[in-house]
């Protein structure tokens, strides 16, 4: 059984930093294709940061309202996913969800959309104060 966690999530005053980690288990191989989205009751969930690995190198995508600010990196060594949040504001609280996509299928497109992943993590919440 496949499974995601996200940790990392907490309080904090605008400007401040924090860092997402996620983790996935169940795999036979790690996922070559994962990503950080987040949530606000009553909003659609938004694709915020894409990882892709592969034998031509990483491909990052990242949405315009985080670009600049958030970094998405993979420790290959440890099979963790990493968000780090920088310049936080008042607007990045929600709820993070790590997705990973199935192991060899790839990471298409250049676009980050909830149907690209096909598995997902609870959520850890994210709240910036002003």
């Known amino acids: 059984q496949v499974q995601v966690a996200e940790s990392g999530g907490g309080s904090v005053q605008a400007g401040g930093s924090l860092r997402l980690s996620c983790t996935t288990s169940?795999?036979?191989?790690?996922?070559?294709?994962w990503g950080w989205f987040r949530q606000v009751p009553g909003k659609e969930r938004e694709g915020i940061a894409r990882?892709?690995?592969?034998?031509?190198?990483?491909?990052?995508l990242y949405s315009d309202s985080v670009k600049g600010r958030f970094t998405i990196s993979q420790d290959n060594g440890k099979g963790i996913l990493y968000l780090q949040m920088n310049d936080l504001k008042p607007d990045d609280t929600a709820t993070y969800y790590c997705?990973?996509?199935?192991?060899?299928?790839?990471?298409?497109?250049?676009?980050?959309?909830?149907?690209?992943?096909?598995?997902w993590g609870q959520g850890t919440q994210v709240t910036v104060s002003s």
């Open positions: 169940g795999y036979t191989y790690r996922p070559a294709c």
């Open positions: 990882f892709g690995g592969g034998y031509r190198g990483d491909n990052k």
């Open positions: 997705a990973a996509r199935t192991p060899g299928t790839g990471c298409p497109g250049d676009i980050i959309v909830a149907t690209q992943f096909t598995d």
